[in-house]
């Protein structure tokens, strides 16, 4: 259950733990410890806000999904930092509009103010307001992505770790692409939005001329982004019961099932990034329920399980 006043301790430099997964070892950087909603490639993105001072900010203006996990981040961010948060959405559901859950209630109940549109209005910034992109996309994200950089390359420094590498499963790109800029290892990254064209193109548009980029391990998508799929609850579902750490049900299934596939093109020790959004998950589990019946859910895991 969420705080409705979010603590303000954030602990930077998140903890790296090894895994086994289907009997091979992996290393989970913990960004989802890094605050107990402001975590993830989420926090990294906002964190040159959160570090902000003598600003004249005022007010946060967002929008996306009635859902989305960057609306919780900055729900929390701008209750930290006592500002406004002004969010656009297209108009809502009407269950989820009578019944508030997951990210959109837990939002609401730090002061997100919000705004049912048909379209995404233009805003103009004043020096009082910041405008962010959806998925928290903009040049302000490298500013944390680099401190994750940077804990990765002095981890595996200390550790005295060779021949290892990076996996971050992407939806805009811009974490994969940032954290390539700030470090030596080959930083690797399958598309869950949409294909590797869209993903070059997002790393286009971020502008950077550079000779570094992450490198795409291509993915059939089964399913459109976002929508129930049983094999992603199963993969999911075994993370939790063979790790104990519970990942997200939208990025980290897509990710954990092309880096099994492709472990034997990848360096001997991958780091896998968790990028948090667990706190999406309680509305996805609803609609794997609504979708499927929990029934149908139990035997197809137990099935799984069995195999
Ligand atoms: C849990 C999780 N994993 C991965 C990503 C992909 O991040 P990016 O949009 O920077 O590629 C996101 C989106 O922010 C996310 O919420």
Not at 196 to 216: F, G, V
Request: some cysteine; charged content about 20%; proline content about 5%.
């Amino acid at each position: 259950m969420l705080n409705s006043s979010p603590s303000t301790h954030f602990n930077l430099n998140s903890p790296t733990d090894c895994i086994t997964v289907q009997g091979q070892t992996f290393y989970v950087k913990r960004d989802d410890l890094l605050h107990p909603i402001f975590n993830g490639n989420k926090a990294r993105k906002f964190l040159y806000y959160l570090y902000l001072k003598d600003t004249q900010i005022k007010t946060i203006i967002s929008f996306g999904g009635n859902q989305s996990n960057a609306m919780l981040a900055l729900s929390v961010l701008a209750r930290i930092k006592h500002w406004r948060f002004d969010y656009y959405l297209k108009k809502l559901p009407q269950q989820l509009r009578n019944n508030p859950s997951g990210n959109f209630k837990y939002a609401c109940e730090h002061g997100m103010s919000y705004h049912e549109v048909t379209e995404f209005p233009i805003i103009h910034p004043t020096p009082e307001s910041i405008i962010l992109k959806q998925g928290g996309v903009g040049a302000e994200a490298e500013f944390g992505i680099a401190t994750l950089a940077n804990e990765i390359n002095q981890w595996v420094m200390n550790q005295q770790i060779d021949d290892a590498c990076i996996f971050v499963p992407s939806g805009t790109g811009t974490t994969a692409f940032y954290l390539q800029q700030h470090t030596q290892l080959s930083v690797y990254t399958t598309p869950c939005v949409g294909d590797s064209e869209y993903l070059k193109k997002q790393w286009h548009h971020l502008n950077i001329d550079t000779p570094r980029y992450p490198i795409i391990i291509p993915f059939d998508q089964h399913a459109r982004f976002g929508q129930p799929y049983l094999p992603y609850f199963e993969i999911w579902q075994r993370l939790l019961e063979e790790t104990g750490i519970e990942f997200d049900l939208l990025y980290d299934p897509v990710g954990w099932i092309s880096i099994l596939k492709h472990r034997h093109c990848l360096a001997k020790n991958i780091i896998y990034i968790h990028c948090g959004g667990v706190n999406g998950n309680e509305s996805m589990v609803d609609r794997y329920n609504y979708r499927f019946t929990k029934s149908v859910i139990m035997k197809h895991s137990e099935k799984c399980l069995d195999e």
